[in-house]
């Protein structure tokens, strides 16, 4: 009798559980979705070094499915709570006709059984077929070979799913048995005529809060766009942070103290239709709202920013990367050693042949060494310069005080690095990027790391700073930076070069690095990957082997480089879609809840509203306009947070996103939004259209 009750029940409040239902199939089918990549990875043609990617893509991706395990858990805690409560009358009868809390408390772990394994055998079917695409957007990603592509089901993702939706349930079954006990059956026979005590607060304060929390939010705006480079540690970003949540709850607590206030003087608005009773709605569940709403606000505000940021970061790192590695080879050593220098923060003791090795070209070591050189084609080398007399300090001359008042953190000690014109050109005639001509007195500033790039252009828009290289002043031949580079990198890097005439007295004891640049002597991408092994940086590699035998060389490939940036690209952007799209779901399942919740609350208010002559379209445009503004509020000030914390983030990630890049990432941003927000605000408004046509 229980089993067929449940049913039943579960048939007649399909519509209760719409949202639900929806909720719980797309959690289902993302978790599987990215849980499965380890199957789906076994049909790509990829390198060694890619795989390795993946599988600590997959391994990130389990940690980050542990969080997701745990939102999902109270998000279905929450939505279950929504169900029980909106059926209280009926338990109530239930009691009254002589079944106790335990035959009750059975039922709803029926329908809960039910609901539970009906959504999650479609999220299963849903997230099956999607990990297909997933597939091709994994395969796209790191540029792998499909050929061999064909319908995979990842039996490890549907277990694991299952056993943490399974978890989900028991923990929802025990909080519902706990809930139900709780019941008194006046109280259940009473609970449509119960309603939220709202207390009125004074417009007056409320209109001063207001102002003073935007004032404050201004602030915390103002600290993470302009002033971001004090931001340096987490004790000092950590203030705006608190600004900007604290303010965001008293932005929605004084909203439902004067928001009345001011249409009310707007009394052509105030008096048409349904207006004012939307509008006392709208006051009243504000007012009781200001918690979710603010949660609801920021959580919108990191699946807008996560989402914005790591695609633009991937857009730009893709963009960047085919500019920034022109040629398969880049190799460099440091020249003239001592008897002992330091790296990477330590002293090293060096040894006479590294010490003679220093003083001869990269190209003769490779030689010496018994490389075969025909494996290499388009071979340039050039020096690099640098000497204490010119640092970052003395090129800011009398800008130093100033810039380092707002970037403390600097190391203004270090030298400059500089190169011979003649040399570069070469370099960068093989690279395919800008050549330069120069005087005998003048000097170029090649940079393209932004924030580097801003503070010198502060220098040298004035013109009237010399430096001072070699025993001869040279000037600036612009007023800005221009864009170079000599060593590949994944992104726009390059912090200063200074790019000096030939005949500049640099001497061999300033000589400070060898640079060495080459193409693969190689016709198809088997070839080269075939001269790779020669140069990677695993045990085997040629470079290793110079290292090992202690010569003092290192170098980086194109292939490497474009492998592991893809790599660590796509990781950011599988964790970013996931932990956004989750974040968007549950944020918009919380406030549809809430708002099917007070649909359900006030059908006699809507029943007031058909007896005293308002119709169906009437009643339906007002509850329309309600969801929306319940929808767009949280939305719209998360909007406003987004724009300065993405601005903040690409600032903070200077070089490695851009922002144009932004536009095509916010865009896709949007979409994702619209989709999913849009689904909810629209089953949420069909929902709670139905639920004020019931009859009591």
């Known amino acids: 009798m229980l089993f067929k009750l449940s049913w039943n029940n579960m048939k007649k409040s399909i519509k209760d559980y719409a949202i639900y239902f929806l909720t719980l199939v797309l959690g289902v089918a993302i978790f599987y979705m990215f849980n499965s990549i380890d199957s789906q990875q076994a049909m790509l043609q990829v390198t060694q070094s890619q795989r390795e990617i993946i599988k600590l893509m997959i391994t990130m991706l389990g940690f980050v499915s542990v969080f997701v395990a745990v939102v999902l858990g109270l998000l279905i805690v929450y939505a279950n709570n929504f169900l029980i409560n909106r059926r209280k009358k009926e338990f109530g009868i239930y009691m009254t006709l002589g079944m106790g809390k335990r035959q009750i408390s059975k039922i709803i772990l029926m329908e809960t059984i039910f609901v539970g394994v009906i ?169 009781t709202m200001v918690a979710s709403m603010s949660v609801i606000c920021l959580m919108l505000f990191m699946t807008i920013s996560i989402l914005s940021s790591s695609l633009a970061l991937r857009n730009t790192m893709q963009r960047e990367l085919i ?164 060593v590949m990198s994944t992104s726009h890097t390059n912090q200063g070069i200074i790019l000096v005439p030939d005949n500049c007295s640099l001497t061999e004891d300033m000589k400070v690095r060898y640079l060495f640049a080459a193409n693969y002597n190689a016709n198809t991408d088997e070839e080269k990957q075939e001269i790779e092994k020669i140069f990677a940086s695993g045990d085997s590699g040629f470079i290793q082997n110079l290292s090992s035998n202690g010569l003092d060389i ?35 399942a919380i406030l549809a809840l809430k708002q099917l919740t007070d649909a359900s609350d006030n059908k006699q208010r809507y029943t007031i509203l058909r007896k005293i002559g308002c119709d169906e379209k009437m009643i339906n445009k007002s509850l329309f306009r309600q969801i929306g503004i319940f929808f767009g509020l949280p939305l719209l000030l998360a909007i406003i947070h987004s724009i300065f914390g993405i601005k903040f983030a690409v600032e903070m990630m200077s070089g490695l996103a851009s922002e144009k890049d932004l536009l095509p990432s916010a865009a896709a941003t949007v979409i994702i939004i619209g989709v999913i927000y849009g689904a909810y605000f629209l089953a949420t408004y069909f929902g709670s259209k139905n639920i004020i046509k019931e009859e009591e």
């Open 554 to 588: 290192d170098g980086m490939t194109k292939i490497s480089i474009m492998e592991a940036s893809v790599g660590l690209a796509t990781i950011i952007t599988f964790i970013a879609i996931y932990l956004g799209v989750i974040f968007l779901i549950a944020s918009s």
């Open 323 to 486: 500019e920034m590695t022109p040629v398969d080879l880049n190799l460099y050593k440091t020249a003239n050693l001592k008897e002992s220098y330091m790296k990477y923060g330590r002293e090293v003791k060096t040894t006479k042949e590294q010490r003679d090795d220093s003083r001869i070209s990269i190209q003769e070591t490779l030689k010496n060494n018994k490389l075969d050189m025909k494996v290499l084609k388009d071979i340039i080398e050039i020096q690099i310069y640098a000497t204490n007399d010119l640092t970052w300090k003395d090129f800011l001359a009398d800008k130093y005080e100033e810039i380092k008042a707002e970037f403390p953190d600097l190391n203004y000690n270090m030298p400059e690095d500089i190169v011979k014109i003649s040399d570069y050109n070469k370099l960068a005639r093989l690279y395919g990027i800008n050549e330069y001509e120069l005087n005998d007195n003048e000097y170029i500033m090649l940079c393209n790391f932004a924030s580097q790039e801003n503070i010198r252009n502060k220098v040298l828009e004035d013109r009237k700073n010399p430096l001072m290289i070699a025993g001869k002043e040279y000037n600036t031949k612009y007023n800005e930076c221009k864009d170079g580079f000599v």
């Open 119 to 287: 959504s999650l055998a479609v999220g299963l079917v849903v997230g099956v077929f999607a990990s297909q695409f997933m597939s091709i957007l994994v395969a796209k990603m790191f540029e792998a070979d499909m050929s061999e592509f064909q319908f995979v089901f990842s039996k490890d993702a549907c277990i694991k799913t299952c056993i943490y939706f399974a978890v989900m349930y028991v923990a929802v079954m025990l909080f519902n048995t706990y809930t139900v006990s709780k019941y008194k059956l006046i109280n259940l026979l009473n609970a449509s005529k119960k309603n939220e005590k709202v207390k009125i607060k004074n417009p007056f304060l409320c209109i001063l809060v207001f102002f003073v929390v935007a004032t404050i939010l201004g602030y915390a705006y103002w600290k993470v766009t302009v002033d971001f480079g004090r931001l340096t540690t987490a004790d000092k970003l950590l203030p705006p942070i608190l600004m900007g949540i604290i303010s965001t709850i008293l932005i929605f607590w004084s909203l439902s103290g004067f928001i009345i206030q001011v249409v009310q003087k707007m009394k052509n608005t105030y008096l048409k239709g349904t207006n004012m009773f939307v509008l006392r709605q709208i006051n009243n569940k504000i007012n």
